[in-house]
């Protein structure tokens, strides 16, 4: 038996994954024992998790892989230095910054004891890392793969081909060059400060008009050969020290954009300000501006690798609206984004990166996202318990139910019961099984309600999720439907379990769903089917028997924080919103009036 634990641990999301012989056994993102959004430091407790969910302590790990070699690209970062010579401080930054990667045994001897760890230490390159996530975990024995991302060993981009066990990367894209930069530079500039807010202005771009493209290309600008360039006035990060924070906390990073493209398209927005019809179109720009550069890439490596397959991986992957366009604007058929795409998801690449190297043996396909932790159910009748001075404080009143109950008898009229509330517009905590590795709940720890009310976006807003109201809420749909409601380039390109493309709604069922029909006609899909998500998909079922829509709206069980991990989060998170019901295994706890 062959144990290998991956460590995402210098980048946000750090994150632990262990594999043995090959299979993942457990990922787990640190942000979610934190309680701090993209957590960036030593996942201590991710790889404890890890450990104890395995049954084995950290002798036993025969390879321990983390997703950056330090030394990757060193003749580039050289001929960088020589060339550009950047301030001091810049360069004392990127020295402490490879010290601190280099010194991960003294690290793990911190946290662990010295003599805890007797295994081999592997660093893999941090593209590899994010192209190994996404091939290996595929269901493609050929594939062309491509990480696109901010940065990670001096790169923003890879390309190269998965051949069963095989994974080489042909080319890179080099700093100061990068897509991720790109983008974060404009969601900056429209306020949104936040490590991680990209996905706002993805979301927002339907709302305007791309009228500010021609300047987007002065930004980015297109070779021939696939390739891109930044113009790099534009930008402070290729020559400035920004300051950032990388460990022991929320990851932070200064403002990427100089003041030279507040000349090109205007004042910044402040956090608060109002989002008028300039920051929609400059969103809407940047949003285009990045599709074609993505495709331009994209289209290049399809004519060097010579498949139609693709498997995509890097902190863009996350772009799930450019995701659902590949199959009409390249000549890939197929497309597969890993649960995990960002830099949480090197913590697997990394480890199944040393386990095809030595041991030459494909892994099996993830076809599922419950990677994460599991409850004890009965610890619900402690926490019930433990809560009454609460609920009298705030005059809640709570009635439970179970199955096998006399009025829930078996499993139809559980869910019956469910979907009842659902059409009455009650808003759902969904609390099953293992908790979702990477950024989406999936049905495992979601919160779901009914799509077909106009209402419902606001109900949930006020509610619970308090988010800008420009923001979409995304669809569970049951797999065998997909077609009659979604507009699909490639039949092939039906298998969507992770949540990462968008697809135009078919026009005449866009009235039908309004909850999760964004302003362009488009939901991000999730298809769900009953071999890998069991009672989530007999729910949604259920629900289509009453309504004829086979579809729930499913956003992540929290409240502005990460996801509920523990049934005491979910619990607390119930109890401190106004959700109506939760639903926690076989067990349902309604508010009452
Ligand atoms: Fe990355």
Redesign the pocket.
């Given at each position: 038996m062959t144990l290998i634990l991956g460590l995402n641990a210098f980048?946000a999301d750090s994150s632990a994954a262990l594999i043995r012989d090959g299979n993942i056994i457990a990922a787990v993102e640190e942000e979610r024992f934190k309680r701090v959004k993209h957590y960036a430091g030593f996942p201590v407790k991710s790889i404890t998790w890890c450990l104890e969910e395995a049954g084995i302590s950290l002798g036993e790990i025969d390879h321990l892989a983390i997703n950056t070699l330090p030394s990757a690209n060193r003749f580039r970062r050289y001929a960088y230095t020589i060339l550009n010579l950047p301030s001091p401080l810049f360069l004392l930054d990127k020295i402490k910054n490879k010290r601190e990667r280099t010194n991960i045994k003294k690290l793990i001897e911190k946290y662990f004891g010295k003599e805890a760890f007797k295994g081999e230490l592997h660093f893999i390159e941090?593209h590899l890392s994010?192209m190994a996530s996404a091939f290996y975990p595929s269901d493609f024995k050929d594939a062309a793969v491509v990480s696109i991302?901010?940065f990670?060993d001096f790169a923003s981009c890879a390309v190269g081909q998965g051949n069963d066990t095989d994974l080489i990367a042909y080319q890179r894209i080099f700093f100061p060059h990068s897509l991720g930069v790109f983008y974060t530079s404009i969601t900056q500039f429209l306020g949104f400060p936040n490590y991680g807010d990209e996905y706002k202005v993805m979301g927002l771009a339907p709302y305007g008009e791309p009228c500010f493209l021609e300047e987007m290309k002065d930004i980015v600008k297109l070779n021939h050969d696939g390739t891109f360039k930044l113009n790099l006035k534009y930008f402070r990060h290729s020559n400035q020290r920004l300051a950032h924070q990388w460990s022991h906390g929320a990851p932070f990073v200064d403002r990427h954009y100089s003041e030279k493209l507040c000349n090109l398209l205007g004042s910044p927005r402040k956090k608060e300000e109002e989002l008028t019809d300039q920051h929609k179109n400059i969103a809407a720009s940047a949003q285009r501006m990045y599709e074609i550069a993505f495709f331009n890439f994209l289209n290049a490596a399809y004519l060097k690798v010579k498949e139609d397959k693709v498997c995509l991986a890097?902190?863009c992957a996350a772009n799930s609206v450019a995701n659902g366009k590949i199959t009409r604007f390249t000549n890939f058929k197929e497309v597969f984004v890993q649960a995990a795409a960002?830099?949480a998801g090197?913590a697997l690449g990394s480890a199944l990166m040393v386990w095809h190297k030595l041991y030459n043996q494909r892994s099996k396909p993830m076809n599922s996202a419950s990677l994460g932790c599991s409850n004890k159910l009965d610890d619900i009748d402690k926490i019930l318990l433990n809560s009454s001075a609460r609920l009298k404080d705030k005059n809640i009143k709570l009635i439970s139910y179970s199955l096998g109950d006399n009025q829930l008898k078996d499993e139809n009229e559980f869910l019956q019961f469910i979907v009842d509330e659902i059409l009455e517009g009650s808003v759902i905590g969904w609390f099953q099984g293992r908790m979702e590795w990477g950024p989406r709940a999936l049905g495992n720890r979601s919160i779901l309600c009914d799509p077909r009310r106009i209402d419902m976006k606001d109900i949930l807003n006020k509610k619970i999720k308090f988010r800008e109201s420009f923001r979409p809420f995304a669809p569970s749909v049951l797999q065998e439907h997909v077609k009659d409601w979604f507009i699909l380039e490639s039949e092939l390109d039906v298998n969507v379990p992770f949540m990462m493309k968008v697809y135009p709604l078919k026009t005449l069922k866009r009235k039908l769903v309004p909850a999760v029909c964004h302003v362009d006609g488009t939901a991000r899909l999730q298809t769900v089917n009953e071999k890998n998500n069991g009672i989530y998909y007999r729910l949604i079922q259920k629900f289509y028997e009453s309504t004829n829509v086979p579809m729930l709206v499913n956003t992540s069980f929290n409240e502005n924080e990460p996801i509920v991990r523990t049934l005491e989060e979910a619990y607390d998170c119930f109890i401190r919103t106004k959700m109506d019901l939760l639903v926690v295994d076989n067990m349902i706890i309604k508010k009452s009036l």
């Open positions: 980048h941090h994010h991302d901010g990670g890097g902190g960002g830099d090197g």
